[in-house]
């Protein structure tokens, strides 16, 4: 049974940063890729960030490459997506979720699992 959990939302001024976390449980967690999604109010599901099982490589949507960072700590079963330089469009709620299968490619691979989500609000 996989279970996650994101936290770290809150509400941030423009060019602003923030830290999300992921706790991901579950024994495949450690054997898939895992990604950040976003869907702000009105507009669809949108892919952020993955990272491979390892951690060393991540795939980034255009629209954050630069300004955000992903990174995984399998000891401890968390992921989480460092957001710097934050704006307006940034505004969404984020969900972690777990792929499924190792592949870090989100044109190539689902994802099965995810939390409740976590809101993220940029405003001055």
């Known amino acids: 049974q996989v279970q996650v959990v994101e936290s770290g939302g809150g509400l941030v001024q423009p060019g602003g940063s923030l830290r999300l976390s992921c706790a991901a449980s579950?024994?495949?967690?450690?054997?898939?890729?895992m990604g950040w999604f976003r869907q702000a109010p009105g507009k669809q599901r949108e892919f952020v960030i993955s990272i491979d099982r390892s951690g060393d490589n991540t795939y980034y949507a255009d629209s954050v490459k630069g300004r955000f960072a992903c990174s995984r700590d399998n000891a401890k079963n968390m992921v989480y997506l460092q957001m710097n330089s934050l704006d307006t469009d940034d505004t969404a709620v984020y969900y972690c979720?777990?792929?499924?299968?190792?592949?870090?490619?989100?044109?190539?691979?689902?994802?099965?699992?995810w939390g409740q989500g976590t809101v993220v609000t940029v405003a001055s």
């Open positions: 579950g024994s495949i967690v450690s054997s898939r890729a």
């Open positions: 979720e777990v792929a499924s299968d190792a592949s870090y490619d989100p044109r190539t691979v689902g994802y099965e699992y």
